[in-house]
């Protein structure tokens, strides 16, 4: 069964730093490409920060480019957002998502429960 499960979210005054971890299980984490979505309070879930399987390449949204960094561990099934210089509209709940093989050629994403992070002011 495919598991993904966010953590290190939390309270972080703004400027402030947090890096989330995702740790996935019941498929190959090596061959699949992962990502970071996040959905603030009364709005659509976005697409945060993207990572191919073997690290490279990986996007960002232009909200956060130069301020948050998407990494995997593949010997440790985990991907990472850095998330630095922290603003109060940052403020979200955060997923972790996997796309996910599903037989020869077909995909499928998958989704954390996610993590909440809150940025004051």
């Known amino acids: 069964q495919v598991q993904l499960v966010e953590s290190g979210g939390g309270l972080v005054q703004s400027e402030k730093s947090l890096r989330l971890s995702c740790a996935a299980s019941?498929?190959?984490?090596?061959?699949?490409?992962m990502s970071w979505y996040r959905q603030p309070p009364g709005k659509e879930r976005e697409l945060v920060a993207g990572i191919g399987a073997l690290g490279s390449p990986t996007t960002y949204s232009d909200s956060v480019k130069g301020r948050f960094t998407i990494s995997r561990d593949n010997r440790k099934n985990t991907v990472y957002l850095q998330m630095n210089s922290l603003k109060p509209e940052d403020t979200a709940v955060y997923y972790c998502?996997?796309?996910?093989?599903?037989?020869?050629?077909?995909?499928?994403?998958?989704w954390g429960q996610g993590t909440q992070v809150t940025v004051s002011s």
């Open positions: 019941g498929f190959d984490f090596s061959r699949s490409a």
């Open positions: 998502s996997a796309e996910v093989r599903q037989g020869s050629y077909a995909m499928r994403d998958y």
